[in-house]
């Protein structure tokens, strides 16, 4: 019925860029607030950025200036695009869709990985 998922993951150098893209086959993917969340070796699942379905974003203050999410509505697509790559940004990255209003209606990708390294 609903589907998540991610891609763009790959392993790149330091300093690299990557773009990761979330595609949706929910019918009303504009209603969905998105996440992107990352999860490393031994550490918790973190959300690095997000965008409302207004548009607005936000991220979290290690990816500030570096990282850029977006989304299409007609495509029913969110983007990361991921930029000045760090050791520390490796981990598994994974999209979220939560409804605005339908408290129930939470939905998570499969994951990609992502592995900075020389």
């Known amino acids: 019925q609903v589907q998540l998922v991610e891609s763009g993951g790959d392993l790149v150098q330091p300093g690299g860029s990557l773009k990761l893209s979330c595609t949706a086959s929910l019918i009303s993917f504009s209603y969905f607030n998105i996440g992107w969340y990352r999860q490393a070796p031994g550490k918790e699942r973190e959300l690095v950025a997000s965008?409302?379905?207004?548009?607005?974003?936000n991220y979290v203050e290690s990816v500030k200036g570096r990282f850029t999410v977006s989304r299409d509505n007609w495509e029913k697509a969110a983007y990361l695009q991921m930029n000045s790559l760090k050791p520390e940004d490796t981990a598994v990255y994974y999209c979220q869709a939560q409804h605005i209003r339908i408290a129930g209606s939470k939905y998570w990708g499969q994951g990609t990985q992502v592995t900075v390294s020389s």
């Open positions: 965008i409302s379905s207004a548009g607005d974003t």
